[in-house]
């Protein structure tokens, strides 16, 4: 997982987004956000800054492929990916 304060350097050439992961034993499960309809909306940051800014410098990360959290999202019927939210 990455943390803000220790992230390593996004890879040259690639786009990465951040998205907020709760640890479970050694492993990163994705964190969904709940929306008032019931709903449920995947994060994804463009920067571990702004991700940290948003949900706080203490919510692990992982840092993805721009594609890749609407793949991991889809099997779970999550059908809204957002890049950034706003608070």
């Given at each position: 997982m990455v943390r803000?304060?220790?992230?390593a350097p996004e890879p040259a050439g690639r786009t990465v987004r951040h998205v907020?992961?709760?640890a479970i034993?050694?492993?990163g499960v994705l964190r969904f956000s709940?929306?008032?309809?019931?709903?449920c909306r995947a994060v994804r940051s463009g920067s571990a800054e702004a991700r940290a800014a948003l949900l706080g410098p203490?919510?692990?990360?992982?840092?993805?492929?721009?594609?890749?959290?609407?793949r991991?999202?889809?099997?779970?019927?999550v059908p809204v990916v957002q890049l950034q939210p706003q608070q």
């Amino acid at each position: 997982m990455v943390r803000t304060e220790t992230a390593a350097p996004e890879p040259a050439g690639r786009t990465v987004r951040h998205v907020p992961v709760r640890a479970i034993g050694s492993v990163g499960v994705l964190r969904f956000s709940r929306l008032c309809d019931g709903g449920c909306r995947a994060v994804r940051s463009g920067s571990a800054e702004a991700r940290a800014a948003l949900l706080g410098p203490d919510q692990a990360s992982v840092a993805l492929t721009r594609s890749a959290p609407r793949r991991a999202a889809a099997p779970v019927t999550v059908p809204v990916v957002q890049l950034q939210p706003q608070q």
